[in-house]
Every structure is written in C-alpha cells, then in structure tokens.
C-alpha cells in the first residue's frame, strides 16, 4: 500500500511539473519552431484563434512588422487570469502593441470577410468548444476567412486527425500533423498535443 501511494504522489509530481514546463517554458519554445517553419514575410494579416493572454499572438506579431495579428477570444476567467487587457498588457510589454488588435468573437462565427487573412493559428483552443459540431463550425470559419494560398496551423489535444482529414477531403495541400513532443505536454504523455498544418488551395 505504501508503494502504490508513494507512486501514486510521483505521478502527479511529475504531471503538475510536466503541466508547469508545458505552459511557462515549452509552448514558447515549440511555437518558435512553429512559426519560422510558417516562413512569414513579415507584411501579412494573422489571426490567432482563442488567443488567451497572447502568447502565441505576440510571437507571432513579432514576426510582422509591417503586417498586423488579430487575436480572438472570449475572454472567460480562468487559471491564467484570462482577459482582453492582459493581452493588450503583455503586447505594449513586448513592444507589438501598434500591430496587433483583439476582439471579443467566438471562433464559431468569426467578424471577419471571406479570405481577409494570409495565416491562422491556433494553440489548445478549439477543444475548449464542447461539442464535435463546434469545433467542426470552428474549422470551417477558419477555412472561411483564410485567403487563398494562406496556411493554418492547429495545435489542440483531441480531433486533430479529424481536422486533417477533412482539409484533405476539401482538397487543401501541404496537409501535415505531427506530435508536438514533451515540450508540449500538458500531464504527460497520455495528453500529447499534435499540430495540424495545411495551406488552402
């Protein structure tokens, strides 16, 4: 009995530090990775899909300085003290503020015209929406606002497959997904998040 509770309290010692590296350190590093491998010319429009406080937003505006990144989220509460001014807080410390804009929306049905944007992103969000159709409508707004011959790139934990098939089934080229690797988990290996990537036709 003992055994089993002292081994017991190492996996979650080591889910609660993979959970800490994953969100402090690791998503920074692999979103790097991301988005040079996305090869930006620094002029395009970029939206980022559930942007949160902006991680992935402001690395990305960072590599526009003469394009603008939108960020959309809803804004509710939660571990990371989630809100539109802590975004717009984090984007004047890194020194992005003139070039990125957030907007409350559900990425359900996005403000935004047909083919308005060059790139999607896209961090841990659309499993946020609770239903398969959701996060299918989601997708399909994605595939809405990106212009022709712009790329999205989706990381989440669950129906990424999914997603990849059906921008095969559409006819979308350069469809990839891949592991994103330790960096990226969020309590271990059994929650391995994986990127979808794919340019539209």
């Known amino acids: 009995m003992a055994a089993l509770a002292a081994g017991s309290s190492a996996l979650i010692s080591a889910t609660v530090v993979w959970y800490m590296y994953a969100t402090r ?24 899909l559930g942007c949160g406080r902006g991680a992935v937003l402001l690395a990305t505006a960072k590599r526009l300085p003469r394009g603008r990144a939108i960020g959309v989220d809803l804004w509710q509460a939660d571990q990371t003290d989630n809100s539109q001014q802590a975004t717009l807080r984090n984007a004047a410390l890194e020194n992005v503020a003139d070039r990125i804009e957030v907007r409350t929306a559900d990425m359900t049905d996005l403000p935004l015209p047909d083919d308005s944007v060059d ?6 969000a659309i499993h946020n929406i609770p239903s398969h159709g959701g996060r299918r409508r989601a997708l399909e ?5 990106l212009r022709p011959g712009g ?31 330790w960096r990226m988990w969020y309590g271990g290996p059994w929650f391995s998040t994986r990127l979808v990537t794919a340019t539209k036709p």
């Not at 707004?141 to 606002?145: D, G």
């Open 25 to 48: 350190t690791g998503k920074f590093v692999v979103w790097d990775g991301i988005l040079d491998d996305l090869r930006l010319r620094g002029d395009e429009t970029a939206l980022d």
């Open 119 to 124: 790139v999607i992103v896209s961090n841990l």
């Open 141 to 145: 707004e994605a595939i809405r606002v």
């Open 151 to 181: 790329r999205l790139a989706i990381a989440d934990l669950w129906e990424t497959r999914q997603h990849a098939d059906y921008l095969r089934e559409l006819g979308w080229r350069n469809v990839r997904r891949r592991n994103l690797g």
